[in-house]
């Protein structure tokens, strides 16, 4: 018999920086990771950390504890996550009032400042002043996903952690006593297991007859190889629409298709932006879509297409670069909040996930965890479905 002392359901951001975590704290943890070859919103995001965002007195401290980690974390995990400090570039439409859009990011702590079109080309050249109103400007942190996430699993590694490529099939159970996984090689045993698995939480909870309010939309980008031409900041649209059907997906007369594993809730959204590595290779725009299906392939031709076209209208030169479309599923609360904590409906049985920022909330929150885990476990928040 395989007995950890938890089992850590999905190796994305959350799912490793937890596992570290946990296992820093002199615990026997198990990772399981369903495929080797990553496809998951990790792996296909911008890295950015907006550690301006906190609108409470809770989130502000996550926002600052991020920030303060991310300077460290390099040395900690004994490898370069690339984590850097650059401006945010929010794009206003042409349409809309920069004024009327400037207000709606008050409710965060670090306020933007507002430039004309002219302005904003000067700090980002790359930018075309004719097809925007203006621009919101914010400090903003950026890592490199992929390298951020493989670190914290070779220090998971090096800290005593079992790490495996299976597919979990099933939650092991007793009444509502939590008892291991399944996976699609043998069975693990633990009295504690915790649900990391990104845009698959929904499915693989709902097994057990839970429908937890965490969903999943299907994204997809463009990623380039490395190139010359030089992007100075992350630039993003100010208006994020992705988070006006994130929240729609949560209304009681939408919830019930989620049922159905082939309903198109919602159809393209397109949200132009671009961020440029280190390394010199891009990540382009994000289109996003809600299809109950997790194992839908969106039209790959089709959302390249859209793209090209609206990355092309605020960064000119960045509209044919040579590069692939690539689709994962984000992991989403319809509230912009996210789920952490123990599930009250199964003893033994907790959640990680549903992160809107997950760079910045994700890794502070990890190392909550641990002490509620290890030190408090009463003053773990609870979840109930």
């Known amino acids: 018999m395989k007995k950890f002392d938890w089992i850590i ?14 296992t820093k704290k002199g615990l026997k943890v198990l990772l399981l990771e369903k495929d080797p070859n990553y496809s998951n919103a990790t792996r296909y995001s911008y890295g950015g950390v907006a550690y301006w965002s906190g609108t409470d007195n809770n989130s502000i401290q996550l926002c600052q504890e991020s920030r303060e980690n991310y300077h460290n974390l390099s040395q900690e995990l004994g490898a370069d996550t690339e984590f850097r400090e650059l401006d945010l570039m929010l794009t206003i439409p042409v349409d809309k009032s920069p004024q009327a859009i400037r207000e709606n990011y008050n409710k965060f702590f670090i306020k933007p400042q507002l430039l004309t079109p002219q302005e904003a080309a000067i ?14 400007q914010l400090p903003h942190g950026h890592i490199h996903p992929q390298k951020t996430n493989d670190a914290y699993q070779q220090a998971f590694l090096r800290s005593g952690g079992t790490f495996n490529y299976e597919e979990v099939t099933q939650l092991l159970f007793q009444n509502t006593t939590i008892t291991g996984v399944q996976t699609n090689k043998e069975k693990y045993f633990s009295e504690n297991v915790v649900i990391c698995a990104g845009g698959l939480s929904h499915s693989l909870l709902r097994n057990i007859g839970l429908n937890v309010n965490v969903y999943f939309t299907h994204s997809q980008l463009i990623l380039t190889p490395k190139l010359d031409i030089k992007l100075k900041s992350l630039v993003m649209p100010a208006i994020l629409n992705r988070l006006d059907i994130e929240e729609k997906s949560g209304e009681s007369g939408i ?70 479309v690539h689709h994962c599923l984000v992991a989403f609360c319809p509230d912009s909040n996210f789920l952490v904590g123990k599930i009250d409906n199964f003893q033994g049985l907790h959640l990680f996930s549903g992160f809107t920022s997950t760079f910045v909330f994700a890794p502070p929150l990890a190392k909550r965890f641990a002490v509620w885990a290890t030190e408090d476990y009463e003053q773990m928040p609870s979840l109930l479905f």
């Open 9 to 22: 359901v999905g190796a994305g951001i959350t799912g490793s920086a937890l596992s570290y975590e946990l």
């Open 123 to 136: 700090i980002e050249p790359l930018l075309n002043p004719n097809a925007i109103s203006g621009c919101l």
């Open 255 to 324: 919830q019930s298709l989620w049922n159905n594993p082939n309903n198109e809730i919602i159809s393209d959204v397109m949200e132009p932006g671009a961020i440029q590595f280190l390394d010199g290779s891009f990540c382009l725009g994000q289109i996003s879509q809600i299809i109950t299906n997790p194992h839908t392939k969106p039209n790959e031709e089709n959302a390249e297409k859209i793209i090209r076209e609206e990355v092309g209208r605020i960064l000119p030169q960045l509209q044919n670069l040579h590069g692939k």
